[in-house]
């Protein structure tokens, strides 16, 4: 049967700045990919949402605390409780750990100072439906660029919610932590930037093995409903 | 390019943040979407001062969404009192929708959108950027602007949305002086009428005088047909954007300002810009400077940039820390390079600061295989009614005046910085140079040298300009067959091939050091069987990759 393209959100709060480059990196992984605006109380019929990098309302409190009380992200947690699929890069893993859909938080730097180049990622775990595409262990290289990404767990987070960890120092995050999932396994948010690691000619092409497992998902969840 | 550098030497978080702001809202001014940023750094040394500078440049440029992708950071003694920042933006637009920064229309209506305006940065322009520094620079800290980067984010998508929706007829940004300069600006051929008690404030009882030259951050003024205001007006506010109509175009030739129905203030506007008064400077060549303290050793960069996103656009193909950056022009396979350059710490000579900035900035540019394109200059000078200082400004000028011609490329824009002076102590002569280069495909930007690859050198053959720009064309022509190529900088010949192999993964090449260029001067990597393919003139080889 023919495949279809999955729809995948992607959220635009005032502030983001990496919904534009999100929504090509989808659209080039063959997704249809659908601008979602903050103010949105209810979500378009989608496969996947996606909140992006940026500073949403300036960020000039902690990290995603006024994103989080948005219109859109009721939905979006609604969504998330009927297990639809949900991914949080940078500034949206801020937001989701915000409300409560991811365990644990990201705090300030070590360096204090904010942070943009290549790290080198490995992934923990292959079972999940953003990171099916990688093999076990397998090394990922993507640019962080953030000045609070310093994750810190709740005291008995269970290692298999632990999907990605840094190679190397980034920013002090406990247990070099880059990227978590829910309970449940259908929402994530991760530090680095996939989106940003699509194109060779940019650096790297290893962000689109998270990018296409999370298209790759949504396609089957659209299969499944049709 | 413009330069914010009297708000940094008194407060460098803010100062070099708001530089930022300001020269992104130029280029939004134009109608065009700011692709890149760069930065020209010039302090005492990389110390606490130098240190905030640069968090203030990542505060604004990383939270408006801007890669800043390149610059120039230089320390020498002679700016320790009196900082320079320079700050470059790089806009994209079809050529045929370059905006307008003028009135027109008698009736059409003049809004202001973005922040409200307040007390910040009253004189901001008079007494802080025109004045010589002293020991009273802590009272001038309230005079400095404070930046609100997401206000900034939020102006840019209205900007931009506005003039691609066909909205307004014109755009200009509120900067130095607030209203009183971009109104006079914008009236300069019919007239404007400002009503200021409808202007939106942060703050109760501001005088009219006060309202007009307020420097408050994050405001943009445009002239809008009457018709089209709902449209403007519901486009601010789904960006949450304050938007207010304070008066309208007249024939009047007038600018005049009105406050709660009576005049308050006019002045043919002409009088402010095309007419204003001019004077001649008078122009005493200098005898000598104070010996310069020895040159600094050249210092790793990659701290400074590695605090700035310089990825968010997805264009970014060839990253800071090499002479120019590459920004693909997506979806086309072309790009941009884009540099900035100025004189090496030590240098003191107005006419060869100005003519090696212009050469620099085009070689880096060529180094990243760009052809130039066109050249913007920011001239940042001591006190100009000291005759000296005037001999300084003229030499620079036409130093960068016969490089660029030499090279057959535009200066198309600029900025001065006059006053730099602390205690009368003046900065040295200080022309920062900013170059833009078409890379014709971006899958052919020299990048890192590989092994086996012969290490060549190429020097401009002879003393002279002509052959400077012989050299930098050489440069960007034999580009699509470089593995690398890198400008030889002021740290010399040895520094720049060991940053050449820090830049290729630590790889370091079999070198045979000849003399020191004394002129212009490139190194380059090519794979063995490619040499033949550049000719035989204008290289030597130097060594190889082992």
Not at chain 1, 47 to 56: E, I, K, M, R, T
Not at chain 2, 298 to 324: C, M, N
Not at chain 2, 449 to 458: E, I, M, P, Q, T
Request: one cysteine or more.
């Amino acid at each position: 049967m023919a495949s279809p393209q999955p729809r995948i959100g992607v959220v635009t709060f005032p502030g983001s700045l990496d919904d534009r480059d999100m929504l090509w990196a989808l659209a080039a992984l063959d997704a249809e990919a659908v601008p979602v605006w903050h103010a949105e109380e209810q979500l378009p019929d989608l496969d996947a949402v996606v909140l992006p990098g940026g500073f949403s309302y300036g960020d000039y409190l902690r990290c995603g605390a006024i994103a989080r009380l948005s219109p859109v992200m009721n939905a979006v947690a609604a969504f998330a409780a009927d297990g639809g699929l949900v991914l949080g890069v940078c500034n949206g893993f801020q937001i989701l750990c915000e409300a409560g859909l991811l365990p644990g938080a990201l705090r300030a730097n070590e360096s204090l100072t904010y942070v943009c180049r290549d790290v080198r990622l490995t992934v923990e775990r292959t079972d999940t439906p953003f990171t099916a595409r990688c093999g076990p262990g397998q090394t990922l290289v993507m640019p962080v660029k953030h000045g609070e990404g310093c994750y810190i767990r709740p005291d008995h987070l269970p290692q298999e919610q632990v999907v990605l960890r840094y190679g190397e120092p980034v920013n002090g995050s406990v247990d070099d932590i880059a990227g978590v999932v829910n309970e449940h396994r259908n929402v994530m948010g991760l530090m680095p930037h996939p989106e940003h690691a699509v194109d060779p000619l940019l650096g790297s092409a290893d962000g689109a093995f998270v990018l296409a497992s999370l298209v790759d998902s949504a396609r089957s969840r659209a299969l499944a409903i049709a | 390019m413009e330069s914010h550098n009297h708000p940094s030497a008194v407060e460098p978080f803010q100062g070099a943040a708001t530089g930022v702001g300001g020269i992104l809202r130029d280029i939004v001014a134009m109608g065009a979407r700011p692709v890149a940023l760069l930065d020209g750094l010039w302090f005492g040394a990389p110390d606490g001062h130098f240190r905030r500078a640069v968090a203030g440049i990542g505060h604004y440029g990383n939270s408006t969404g801007i890669p800043t992708v390149g610059g120039a950071a230089v320390f020498d003694e002679a700016y320790r009192d009196n900082c320079l920042v320079n700050a470059m933006c790089v806009g994209l637009l079809p050529s045929d929708r370059v905006q307008s920064a003028k009135a027109s229309g008698a009736g059409n209506l003049v809004v202001l959108f973005g922040a409200t305006t307040g007390r910040d940065g009253i004189g901001g322009a008079s007494v802080l950027a025109s004045q010589e520094l002293g020991e009273d620079d802590g009272d001038k800290r309230p005079t400095v602007q404070v930046g609100d980067p997401f206000t900034g984010k939020k102006l840019i998508e209205v900007s931009v949305e506005l003039v691609e929706s066909g909205l307004v007829e014109s755009l200009q940004d509120c900067g130095a002086a607030g209203l009183a300069s971009s109104l006079a600006e914008m009236a300069s051929e019919f007239g404007i009428d400002v009503r200021l008690d409808r202007v939106p404030l942060r703050e109760a009882g501001m005088e009219p005088w006060e309202i007009m030259i307020s420097e408050s951050q994050e405001r943009m003024v445009a002239i809008v047909r009457p018709q089209m205001l709902d449209a403007v007006q519901a486009v601010c506010a789904r960006w949450e954007l304050p938007c207010t109509a304070i008066g309208e175009v007249t024939k009047s030739a007038l600018l005049r300002a009105l406050y709660e129905g009576d005049v308050v203030g006019e002045i043919p506007a002409r009088f402010l810009t095309d007419e204003c008064p001019r004077y001649e400077i008078e122009r005493t060549p200098r005898d000598e400077w104070p010996q310069p303290s020895p040159r600094a050793e050249p210092v790793d960069k990659r701290w400074i940039f590695e605090q700035y996103d310089y990825l968010v656009g997805s264009r970014t193909v060839r990253r800071p820390g090499l002479d120019a950056a590459v920004l693909r022009l997506r979806p086309s396979l072309r790009g941009v390079a884009v540099s900035l350059n100025g004189p090496a710490a030590g240098e003191r000579d107005p006419f060869r600061a100005g003519a090696s900035a212009v050469l620099r900035a085009a070689r880096n540019v060529a180094c990243a295989g760009g052809e130039p394109l066109a050249l913007t200059d920011c001239l940042n000078f001591g006190n100009p009614e000291k005759p000296e200082i005037g001999w300084e400004l003229e030499q620079a000028i036409e130093g960068i005046a016969q490089a660029a011609e030499a090279l057959r490329v535009p200066v198309v824009s600029g900025n001065v910085s006059l006053y730099n002076e602390t205690d009368g102590r003046p900065i040295p002569p200080t022309p920062v140079v900013g170059c833009v280069g078409l890379v014709p495909d971006v899958r052919f930007v020299p990048s890192r040298w590989r092994s086996g690859d012969a290490v060549l050198l190429a020097v401009a053959p002879e003393d002279s300009l002509a052959a400077e720009a012989a050299l930098i064309r050489f440069l960007w022509k034999a580009a699509p067959l470089l593995s690398l190529a890198h400008d030889v900088g002021a740290g010399g010949l040895a520094h720049a091939l060991a940053e050449a192999a820090g830049w290729s993964g630590g790889l370091e090449a079999d070198v045979d050091l000849p003399d020191e260029p004394r002129r212009g001067a490139a190194v380059l990597a090519i794979a063995p069987s490619q040499v033949t393919r550049l000719g035989s003139k204008g290289f030597v080889q130097i060594g190889q990759v082992p």
